[in-house]
């Protein structure tokens, strides 16, 4: 069954903070993973697909990085802002399940 | 409309009443997802469904969880005899297709509590 661990659990840093958010899993027969954010009482909001082959995505102060044989994503934000505060997910598609598999995220808090 | 629509937003039910939960995914997506978010829990997949079937219900909580869509697009959630471990948000998303390059887009979900 797979299983995805996000590290760490919680982070709370000055504004302008280069950081990292980390995920593993532990199948790493995936099709896809994606990083998500989700803001208190809300949805969430797609950041970032990298599908298996890929070993990388970015969009703006957002780089994430797939090693999918170590069975490992990285989130890099940079410059961090207040705007960025939430609690980001990875997901994984594959691996033995019909739906994503769900980290249990990092929350974030970016201090003014 | 634009995004993945929800209803109700929330939802107040006594114990050992039905509810439903409906989602109308973005217009054109074939895939539809349902997720289950308790407090303090991460997301737990329950069903997907490829059009109008669904391939695998294994991820449902219990005989008393159904799911159906109809036409291809809006699906209800039907929760029998709710109990109060039902409590959580019932998030729903769809893509594209069901294929790896599609990013999934989830609702804003349906908050329930059992009381």
């Known amino acids: 069954k797979q299983e995805v661990t996000q590290i760490p659990a919680a982070l709370s840093v000055p504004e302008g903070e280069n950081l990292v958010l980390n995920c593993s899993f532990t199948?790493?027969?995936?099709?896809?993973l994606q990083w998500f954010r989700q803001d208190p009482g809300k949805g969430l909001t797609s950041l970032l697909l990298?599908?298996?082959?890929?070993r990388e995505q970015t969009s703006g102060r957002l780089n994430a990085s797939l090693d999918k044989s170590s069975g490992r994503s990285t989130l890099y934000i940079a410059a961090s802002q207040p705007g960025d505060s939430a609690t980001y997910l990875c997901?994984?598609?594959?691996?033995?399940?019909?739906?994503?598999?769900f980290g249990k995220g990092t929350h974030l808090i970016i201090q003014p | 409309g634009a995004g993945v629509s929800q209803s109700p937003s929330n939802k107040v039910t006594e114990k050992g009443k039905d509810v439903e939960l409906r989602c109308d995914p973005i217009?054109?997506?074939?895939?539809l997802y349902w997720y289950r978010q308790s407090l303090g829990q991460g997301l737990e997949f329950l069903i997907y469904?490829?059009?109008?079937?669904?391939?695998?219900k294994s991820g449902l909580p219990s005989d008393r969880f159904s799911a159906e869509r109809t036409g291809g697009s809006v699906s209800t959630l039907t929760i029998q005899r709710t109990q109060q471990e039902d409590s959580a948000v019932y998030l729903c998303?769809?893509?594209?297709?069901?294929?790896?390059?599609?990013?999934?887009?989830f609702g804003e979900g349906s908050w329930l509590t059992v009381v």
């Open positions: 469904f490829q059009g109008n079937s669904a391939p695998d």
């Open positions: 990298i599908q298996s082959s890929q």
């Open positions: 997901a994984v598609l594959g691996g033995g399940a019909d739906g994503l598999t």
């Open positions: 217009s054109g997506h074939t895939a």
């Open positions: 199948d790493s027969a995936i099709y896809n």
């Open positions: 998303a769809s893509s594209h297709t069901s294929g790896a390059g599609n990013t999934i887009y």
